[in-house]
Each structure stands twice: as C-alpha cells, then as structure tokens.
DNA sequence: ATTATGATCGTCT
DNA sequence: GACGATCATAATG
C-alpha cells in the first residue's frame, strides 16, 4: 500500500479498518510513541470477534471489550492475570471485534530513563512481552479507547510492511520465512508466523507473527510452524 | 537450560 | 468463585 511513507505522520484510521489479519503483520517495523519513549514494533498477535474462540470479544460485546467494537485505530486495554496491562490496535469497521496485541517491540527512544528504572533487565528484554512493553509505555487503564491516529497520547509512524500477510499466505508448505519490503538503508523485514501464545482455543492458528532475527521477539512455546492441510 | 510457582485483580459465570 | 492473550524468581537437571 502506498500513501503513508513518512516517517512522522501516525498511520491513519484506514490502515486499521481492514481485516485484522492483514493489518498484523504490516504492523511490525512500525513506531509506536507514547511520551518520550518509542517502540519499533517486533511482536504482534491477531484476534477477531466472534469468529476467534480466543478472543476476549468471542461471546459478544461487554464493558471489558467494548472498544474492540468500536473506532479502528483505537486502543484497547486489558489487565492481564491481575498484573499487566497489555495494548492493543483495535482493527475492521466500528461493529465488527477484532484488534491486534502488540507483544513486544525494541526500545528507539527514551532508552536512558528506561535503563535506570530497570537496570537488571537488559536492553532486548525492556519490551519483549507484552506485559513488559504495555510497562515501558506507560499503558494503563486511562488510554483505553484513545487512537493512534492523532490526537491522543499515543501514536504509530512509520513505514507499513505491506503485502505481509499475502506473502504468508503464498507459501504452500510451511509459514516459516518470507522476506521484501526493503526500506530505507536496504533493511529487510522478514516476517514469519506461528501459533498464538498463553491461550487454550483456537491454538492452532498462526495468528502470532513476529520478525525474524529480532532479539526482542519473546519466546513463545513455538517458532514458526509447518503449514496445516487444508481438509 | 528447563520447569514450577506465586503474585494479583478485573471480568464474567 | 474461577479463570486468565504474563512475568519474576526459585528450584531442579
């Protein structure tokens, strides 16, 4: 997709109102701002509405998951096992659930203050995870529902890694790598895809999808898997 | 290196 | 009252 190739100008509402599969995958390499502090995207995990037994919007709209029916390109907040609060990009047209968890992402800004409140943990660990990412960017209850779009605290910019989640799709037996998309200083993103972590239904769909060669993609129970026959 | 366990609380049954 | 889209620490091989 062309259009949104600054690097400053956040991503728009149109770049999330799409299935949520297509824009996971294009998420990674992205910037996601909040304060003085930057991510580079390494991580991210799809969930859909009523179609995906894994996801917190499965059986129907409630106060918790509200706003994943809501604006694409909005945030929505959880708490995850009483102790982390964990982010995510709501995608597809207000109505229809679906949002993408950001899991882990490597530290481009704000790094000092970062590395003297957590001094034990190394650079690569700062937010890889999603409960260690939703820390070092403040996330908390107060920014569910905000955009990334503009006019709130948060924001992504940006290059998209467009055509991710075709390419996934064209390779016939395994989902392992693919590669493209060479960006500025000729760096390549390669994506690769696997089963979603830490959830019971519907684990066998590669729904994770990370960057390969990223030290602060977490380590999941799984690495890219073989690709499932169909029927 | 891998595996087990406690922490901690909002959400839904 | 049970259950997590997790993480840090302790124990074990």
Same mark, same amino acid.
């Given at each position: 997709?062309?259009?949104?190739?600054?690097?400053?100008?956040?991503?728009?509402?149109?770049?999330?109102?799409?299935?949520?599969?297509?824009?996971?995958?294009?998420?990674?390499?992205?910037?996601?701002?909040?304060?003085? %502090?930057?991510?580079?995207?390494?991580?991210?995990?799809?969930?859909?509405?009523?179609?995906?037994?894994?996801?917190?919007?499965?059986?129907?709209?409630?106060?918790?998951?509200?706003?994943?029916?809501? /604006?694409?390109?909005? %945030?929505?907040?959880?708490?995850?096992? *009483?102790?982390?609060?964990?982010?995510?990009?709501?995608?597809?047209?207000?109505? /229809?659930?679906?949002?993408?968890?950001?899991?882990? *992402?490597?530290?481009?800004?704000?790094?000092?203050?970062?590395?003297?409140?957590?001094?034990?943990?190394?650079?690569?660990?700062?937010?890889? *995870?999603?409960?260690?990412?939703?820390?070092?960017?403040?996330?908390? &209850?107060?920014?569910?529902?905000?955009?990334?779009?503009?006019? *709130?605290?948060?924001?992504?910019?940006?290059?998209?890694?467009?055509?991710?989640?075709?390419? %996934?799709?064209? /390779?016939?037996?395994?989902?392992?790598?693919? /590669?493209?998309?060479?960006?500025?200083?000729?760096?390549?993103?390669?994506?690769?895809?696997?089963?979603?972590?830490?959830?019971?239904?519907?684990?066998?769909?590669?729904?994770?999808?990370?960057?390969?060669?990223?030290?602060?993609?977490?380590?999941? &129970?799984?690495?890219?898997?073989?690709? &499932?026959?169909?029927?």
């Amino acid at each position: 997709m062309g259009g949104w190739l600054s690097t400053e100008s956040p991503y728009p509402v149109p770049f999330y109102d799409r299935p949520v599969l297509d824009v996971a995958p294009e998420l990674l390499g992205a910037t996601i701002w909040h304060g003085p %502090v930057a991510v580079r995207i390494t991580e991210v995990e799809a969930y859909g509405g009523a179609d995906d037994p894994a996801s917190h919007a499965f059986r129907g709209l409630t106060p918790r998951n509200a706003v994943m029916f809501g /604006q694409p390109g909005s %945030v929505y907040v959880y708490l995850s096992y *009483g102790v982390h609060w964990c982010l995510n990009i709501v995608c597809s047209p207000a109505g /229809q659930a679906a949002a993408v968890l950001v899991r882990s *992402g490597k530290v481009i800004a704000g790094l000092d203050g970062l590395r003297a409140r957590w001094p034990r943990l190394a650079e690569r660990d700062l937010a890889r *995870g999603p409960g260690r990412l939703g820390r070092v960017l403040s996330v908390g &209850p107060d920014l569910n529902g905000t955009p990334v779009t503009g006019g *709130g605290p948060l924001r992504v910019t940006g290059v998209p890694t467009p055509g991710a989640q075709a390419a %996934v799709d064209a /390779q016939p037996t395994t989902y392992l790598a693919w /590669q493209r998309s060479t960006h500025g200083r000729g760096s390549a993103r390669i994506v690769q895809t696997g089963p979603r972590v830490g959830i019971r239904l519907a684990a066998e769909r590669p729904w994770r999808f990370w960057l390969a060669e990223e030290p602060s993609v977490s380590r999941g &129970p799984a690495r890219s898997v073989p690709h &499932p026959h169909e029927g």
